[in-house]
């Protein structure tokens, strides 16, 4: 692989490549790559692999290797502490609990002392709300304006990127800058770089999406009003007046997010009659408080939230007006985000531009409405290709059914371009380490006795493990339905949500346990050893069938006339059952069971390309013949 990749930035070509786990793929590009003398960055999806890169990989290549090269990891301005805005809450701290209020004395000791300000130097809980007052967004930092810019833990973090031979960021960070640099000239936030390395690449194509579209949020409404209040603070001139303002455009905002949410939650029927008086507000049903809304925003859905728009509009305009003359540089910050806010509410909520699929999420007390691209290969084609002559893709699943066309049509990676594709086995023996359970006699997923049916089989596998178990579901609905059926069994059972992730891996490996789980321990969760011996998957990972880009992409397709379902979702949730499937084998020495409950596995014509997708191992069809797999080992 490290061949590979130095033929790669000596030609300046594209490399594809996918190594399984246990290859040591992360030394085998940071090799060429810093021996090749040319500036590079390396992008990684999760926080976790960037943070293994920098603890353990750089200083490995340093010390063992003796390679001199400077090194430096960028992350999202969010994870930094805000020096300014940190001030501003130390001045009249408002917490959202008491729990929060708690932690508070340990973070102003750490913000004094700590050289990098990145919060993962201090153990804050992963829902930790006050963060967001204590870091800025790219919409609130004020930049060079600030009176703190010098100082800044942001600013300097850069200076140290700006640097570096290899600079290690994450997709989020990576897609925030390209979608900047390559929409409002000059605005960038990465130095300029030669080559770029994408580690955990399948996740490259839905990270795109999201930052290149747009996305506005009741939660944006809700932050402008309260920077905009704290602003005045020291305005007693502007207090009473911006009160009034924030006022006026914080129900503006409720009222309208509101009534989006309502018309979304009845799949595009208006969710009030027109002009009697407030929106009706419909309690969610179980289902949507469990799995939050997604739906495609239409007119239809629209039509009950006009006049709510129109009120946001003008509460959004009124703050604009109201700093039009502001001075300092937080007052017109404020002006400026008010102005931009309305321009993006606008633009989302007219739904004109064609290659873009719009459509609005309802999560917890959010409500986010969002503008995507459908084709973002087309995208990528422009703002990436264009830029950057060398790339390199890399992941442990990329190959669905053993090619690469899948992923290479998602990135753009088009068959006229010159891109080299590897596969790179790891030292693990599938065959004789792992096998596939299908049992034989569960009803399909959508069937009444589904849930009933497949508890049964959890306990019954699980009893063949003695627990060890991650039961991993592509629903939260199921995830509890699930647990609920299944808190008796004999060993430490878990739940995720329950506590924090870290804390339940902890859990998990200090006895015999089963962890219900969803999407975030479907990948780059890593329990070498005996304490995982079993992975349950409940389903077949579909995308959900009403989800807004999976179908608008799906259209698309038809109206090339191609086939959607084998050529998009088929592959789509191969990948992914492959990726769950990765959880079970870590090391040499692992051994155990993947059982998926989901019949279509081997009933169905397409599950033969679910088989040819995931590693080569013994299939069994009944809980018996895995029983005795298992103690024949
Ligand atoms: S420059 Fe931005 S991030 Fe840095 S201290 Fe100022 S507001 Fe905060």
Not at 527 to 554: K, N, Y
Request: aromatic share 8%; hydrophobic share 40%; net charge neutral.
């Amino acid at each position: 692989m490290a061949r590979a990749v130095e033929r790669a930035i000596e030609r300046r070509g594209y490399l594809v490549a996918e190594a399984g786990t246990g290859t040591g793929k992360t030394l085998a590009y940071l090799v060429p790559a810093v021996l090749s003398g040319r500036r590079v960055i390396v992008s990684t999806a999760t926080k976790t692999l960037q943070e293994q890169l920098w603890q353990k990989d750089i200083p490995l290549l340093r010390d063992a290797c003796g390679l001199e090269f400077g090194a430096a990891y960028l992350k999202g301005r969010s994870n930094y502490f805000c020096l300014a805005r940190g001030e501003e809450f130390a001045r009249a701290p408002t917490f959202a609990a008491r729990e929060e209020a708690a932690l508070w004395p340990r973070i102003e000791a750490w913000a004094r002392r700590t050289e990098t300000g990145d919060r993962s130097e201090i153990d804050l809980p992963d829902q930790f709300h006050t963060w967001k007052d204590l870091s800025a967004t790219s919409e609130n930092c004020l930049g060079r304006e600030c009176a703190r810019y010098e100082e800044c833990f942001v600013t300097r973090a850069r200076a140290l990127a700006a640097q570096a031979d290899v600079l290690l960021v994450n997709h989020h960070l990576f897609f925030a800058d390209l979608a900047m640099r390559t929409s409002r000239a000059g605005v960038e936030i990465l130095p300029e770089h030669e080559v770029v390395i994408f580690d955990e690449a399948h996740a490259v194509e839905d990270v795109a999406t999201e930052y290149f579209g747009l996305q506005v949020s009741s939660y944006r409404v809700e932050e402008l009003s309260r920077d905009a209040l704290r602003a005045v603070a020291d305005r007693p001139d502007l207090a009473s007046m911006m009160r009034e303002t924030t006022g006026e455009l914080r129900k503006a905002g409720e009222r309208f997010f509101q009534a989006v949410a309502d018309g979304l939650r009845q799949g595009g029927t208006p969710a009030r009659g027109r002009g009697f008086g407030p929106p009706p507000r419909r309690r969610p049903a179980r289902r949507e408080e469990e799995e939050g809304v997604k739906a495609a925003l239409t007119p239809a859905v629209m039509e009950g939230a006009q006049r709510d728009l129109a009120r946001l509009d003008e509460s959004l305009a009124g703050l604009r007006e109201l700093l039009a003359d502001a001075v300092t540089p937080s007052l017109s910050q404020i002006a400026r985000r008010a102005g931009e806010l309305r321009v993006e509410v606008a633009a989302v909520t007219a739904m004109k531009e064609p290659s873009r699929v719009y459509f609005g999420e309802v999560r917890g007390r959010g409500v986010f409405l969002r503008a995507a691209p459908i084709d973002v290969a087309e995208e990528l084609r422009e703002r990436l290709y264009q830029r950057t002559d060398t790339a390199v893709f890399t992941s442990a699943t990329l190959a669905a059914q053993g090619r690469f066309d899948f992923f290479r049509r998602q990135v753009g990676l088009l068959p006229e371009l010159e891109v080299e594709e590897r596969r790179f086995e790891g030292p693990f023996d599938y065959a004789r380490q792992a096998a596939l359970v299908s049992p034989e006699g569960l009803p399909e997923p959508n069937d009444p006795g589904f849930v009933r049916a497949a508890a049964e089989s959890i306990r019954a596998l699980t009893a063949v493990t003695g627990g060890r178990a991650f039961v991993l579901c592509t629903s939260n609905r199921n995830m509890n339905a699930f647990h609920e059926a299944c808190r008796d069994l004999p060993y430490q059972v878990l739940r995720q949500g329950d506590r924090p992730k870290s804390r339940l891996l902890d859990e998990f490996r200090s006895e015999p346990s089963v962890l219900f789980a969803t999407a975030s321990f479907w990948e780059g969760v890593d329990v070498p050893g005996e304490a995982l011996s079993l992975v349950i998957i409940d389903r077949l990972p579909f995308a959900p069938p009403g989800d807004p880009v999976m179908s608008a992409r799906l259209r698309a397709l038809e109206e090339e006339g191609r086939d959607g379902f084998s050529e998009l979702q088929v592959p789509a949730a191969a990948l992914a059952l492959r990726q769950g499937f990765g959880r079970l084998v870590r090391t040499r020495e692992d051994r155990g069971l993947v059982a998926v409950l989901d019949r279509r596995l081997v009933t169905k014509g397409y599950g033969r390309a679910f088989l040819a997708t995931l590693p080569r191992c013994p299939l069994l069809r009944t809980v018996e013949a895995a029983r005795r797999w298992w103690l024949g080992g």
